[in-house]
């Protein structure tokens, strides 16, 4: 399955969706990112979003643009910040700033070493963070791609990725 072959799945509710999903994949080289970087991306999100068959769609449109440690890397930023995303958005909300005084005591080895750049690995984190609402990890998360000289236009682009992506879940769950 491929994103023409979702898209078709969407419904008369999505068009807007189906416009912003053919948009982005279709203009891969003038999004601000690599290709390692927009497929991961886009990876890292449905993996997290957890829908077989947008991960099919996303999977069958980076076969062959990426390497298979792009897809391991992207399953690792899902996995990790399904994890820090609830742990930090609980010491940001938390009005109790205790818990903020002590140690996290969660593995994130991955992180070190996650197999591709780190900059790439810092957007696919960023996206699942912004999709999971976490304002203390999408502000770590944006403080390191300016360090390594992302472009605005690169950070803009992966969380549309996010926003459309999540449409297109939600108009698929809706058809």
Known sequence: M?????????????????????NLFSNVDSSGLTADQFYGTALSLVYSMEEKELIAAVEAEAEGKVEANVFSAAKLAAT?????????RFLHLC?????????AGLRMNGMANPGVDKADFELYS?????????????DSHV???????????????????????????TARALA
């Open 126 to 138: 960023l996206a699942v963070s912004a999709l999971n609402g976490c304002g203390m990890c999408i």
């Open 95 to 103: 009005s109790d700033k205790q818990f903020s005084k002590l140690p």
């Open 143 to 169: 403080g390191v791609l300016l360090k390594h000289d992302i472009s605005a236009q690169a950070i803009q682009t992966s969380i549309k990725l996010a926003a459309v992506l999540n449409a297109a879940k």
């Open 80 to 88: 990790l910040m399904s994890m820090n995303n609830i742990y930090y």
């Open 2 to 22: 491929s994103i023409a072959d979702y898209k078709q799945l969407l419904g008369d509710h999505g068009k807007d969706t189906k416009l912003n999903l053919s």
